[in-house]
């Protein structure tokens, strides 16, 4: 069964420094889809990034980026230049065509002014 | 604008009662997802559906139940036989096999 771990509950970092947020899954397939979505006290689920497991490149938008190790099975997201509108609540995602999505349990963030 | 509606914003029902919560969307998204969030947890998947007239169960389906009759609308209704449903309900659509989810605002839903 796929599973997604996020190890870090709570992180911080202090605005215009960089964070990077950590997250493992486990899957026996080689292509699939790994996503971070963010979630701010409105509680809208918003799409951060993309990464499909079959491009070696890691993915960017802006000031976010992951850091993408599929043999080690690791999905990370590295934000830079913080900012307070960063702080919210960060889910990593799995799927696998066909399949359904499967989430972490999230990384509660706070940028510090 | 395409999106995903959600309605209504915040509910409250009484014990015994069954409610449904709406779920819209104007994205021509093959695939629809409902989903359960409590407070400080992840998401957990209820029902989700891939065409239309078909859906299927997820982790925690127990008390709920929908229906799909048109691509658009993906209603779910949370039934007396669910024992706690006081949570957070987001409905997700996407394209079939493509991936990516876009979400809804989000439903309230407390139990009196």
């Known amino acids: 069964a796929q599973t997604v771990t996020q190890s870090q509950p709570e992180m911080s970092v202090q605005e215009a420094e960089t964070v990077t947020l950590s997250c493992t899954y486990d899957?026996?397939?080689?292509?699939?889809?790994l996503f971070w979505y963010k979630q701010p006290p409105s509680r809208q689920m918003i799409l951060v990034i993309r990464?499909?497991?079959?491009?070696?490149q890691n993915a960017t938008e802006n000031r976010f980026s992951v850091n993408f190790q599929k043999a080690a099975k690791s999905f990370s997201l590295k934000i830079s230049d913080s900012q307070l509108g960063d702080a919210a609540m960060y889910f990593c995602?799995?799927?696998?065509?066909?399949?359904?999505?499967?989430f972490g349990t999230g990384t509660s963030l706070t940028v510090i002014p | 604008d395409g999106g995903i509606t959600q309605s209504p914003k915040y509910l409250f029902r009484k014990e015994g009662q069954n409610v449904t919560l709406s779920c819209e969307q104007n994205?021509?998204?093959?695939?629809m997802y409902w989903y359960r969030q409590d407070p400080g947890q992840g998401l957990r998947l209820i029902y989700y559906?891939?065409?239309?007239?078909?859906?299927q169960k997820g982790d925690i389906a127990e008390g709920y139940s929908v229906s799909r009759e048109k691509k658009e609308s993906f209603p779910l209704t949370v039934t007396s036989a669910q024992k706690n449903p006081t949570a957070f309900y987001l409905c997700?659509?996407?394209?079939?096999?493509?991936?990516?989810?876009?979400f809804g605002p989000g439903t309230r839903l407390t139990v009196l």
């Open positions: 899957t026996s397939e080689s292509d699939y889809y």
């Open positions: 995602a799995y799927f696998y065509t066909g399949n359904q999505f499967y």
């Open positions: 990464q499909e497991a079959y491009k070696q």
């Open positions: 994205l021509n998204h093959d695939a």
């Open positions: 559906s891939q065409i239309v007239n078909d859906f």
């Open positions: 997700a659509s996407s394209m079939r096999g493509a991936g990516t989810q876009y």
